[in-house]
């Protein structure tokens, strides 16, 4: 077995284009037998309704989002309604599970575990919230989490809000929750972060969290 994850920082791309470069790459790793790819980029601004949205989670008309130029597309990972826009890094683990950890509960809980590890880094305090999915600042949401994993190949992943508009979230009720806000690295710090470092800390910290069960 390949022990290593291979790293990819596809830059703001489509949401479209990206999800059918997440299928290949997850018939490659299935077909290879490797452990994975960890994918960074950015979306430009789009809405994604996971299997679990409610109708009423969008509350933009149509013709609101086409005066936004924001796209709503309905995928296949679990979860609610969220948005991706520019400034927001994006992660996906397309990571073949039956090598590491067959384990959904595991997987979920080390991403979040990164992800609160790399803000802690950047002296943002964030930690999870009992009964629900990401990471959190003192109640509002700072990383938001959906997957899909078909014969233990994941795809899909986080959303991690750092210099993004945040006022694109007012168009929906975010991951179908109605009492918690939304945050960003940005307005925790109170400026700008380097979308480059961050994704420098995620992708050390997340391979090492990951491949640390291949050593144990």
């Not at 979306?43 to 299997?51: A, E, M």
């Not at 936004?68 to 599970?97: C, M, S, W």
């Not at 694109?168 to 109605?178: L, M, T």
């Amino acid at each position: 077995m390949d022990e290593k994850i291979a790293v990819e920082n596809w830059g703001l791309i489509d949401f479209e284009e990206a999800w059918e470069r997440q299928k290949q790459i997850a018939e490659s790793v299935r077909q290879q037998k490797t452990i994975g790819t960890l994918v960074f980029c950015e979306h430009p601004s789009v809405i994604t309704l996971g299997r679990n949205t409610q109708s009423e989670s969008v509350l933009a008309s149509p013709f609101q989002l086409s005066e936004q130029h924001i796209k709503v597309i309905p995928i296949n990972r679990g979860g609610e309604a969220t948005v991706h826009n520019p400034g927001q890094i994006v992660g996906y683990p397309i990571f073949n599970l039956s090598l590491l950890r067959p384990d959904l509960h595991w997987f979920l809980r080390t991403i979040e575990q990164s992800v609160i590890e790399v803000l802690s880094g950047f002296n943002i305090a964030a930690e999870t919230v009992k009964g629900l999915t990401g990471v959190w600042v003192a109640e509002k949401k700072i990383c938001a989490i959906g997957i899909h994993c078909s014969r233990w190949i994941t795809q899909h992943g986080f959303a991690l809000n750092v210099n993004n508009d945040l006022l694109e979230f007012e168009n929906i009720i975010p991951c179908g929750i109605e009492d918690k806000g939304i945050t960003s690295m940005k307005w925790e710090i109170g400026h700008t972060v380097t979308i480059a470092s961050v994704v420098e800390h995620l992708s050390q910290k997340i391979t090492e969290n990951f491949l640390s069960v291949t050593k144990s």
